[in-house]
């Protein structure tokens, strides 16, 4: 089992930077993909940003790409995702999620969510 705990959230101004870590519990963080998605109110959770088990292979979502940046410790149990050039519309709570093995793109695939984090981006 896998406990998660995302960190780095709060507000900026549009064109700002935030970094969120995540946390994992647990001697097995090196077996799961790790994903970043978003809920912002209203609308569903939608997929951000994952990483294979080793770090080697990284997916977007169109609508960040090129601003977000994915990556990840395997000795600290840690992901992160660097968010650049923030816009309003990136406004949401931030969760991330772990998989066994390969990465997915689907939420409903991810076994283990944090409690999530507010990014709140100001026009």
């Known amino acids: 089992q896998v406990q998660l705990k995302e960190s780095g959230g709060g507000l900026v101004q549009a064109g700002g930077s935030l970094r969120l870590s995540c946390a994992a519990s647990?001697?097995?963080?090196?077996?799961?993909?790790m994903g970043w998605f978003r809920q912002a109110p209203g609308k569903e959770r939608e997929f951000v940003a994952a990483i294979s088990l080793s770090g080697g292979n990284t997916y977007y979502a169109d609508s960040v790409k090129g601003r977000f940046t994915i990556s990840r410790d395997n000795a600290k149990n840690t992901v992160y995702l660097q968010m650049n050039s923030l816009k309003p519309e990136d406004t949401a709570v931030y969760y991330c999620?772990?998989?066994?093995?390969?990465?997915?793109?689907?939420?409903?695939?991810?076994?283990?969510w944090g409690q999530g984090t507010q990014v709140t981006v100001s026009s």
């Open positions: 999620a772990a998989r066994l093995a390969l990465i997915d793109y689907a939420p409903t695939t991810y076994n283990y």
């Open positions: 647990g001697r097995t963080f090196s077996s799961y993909a």
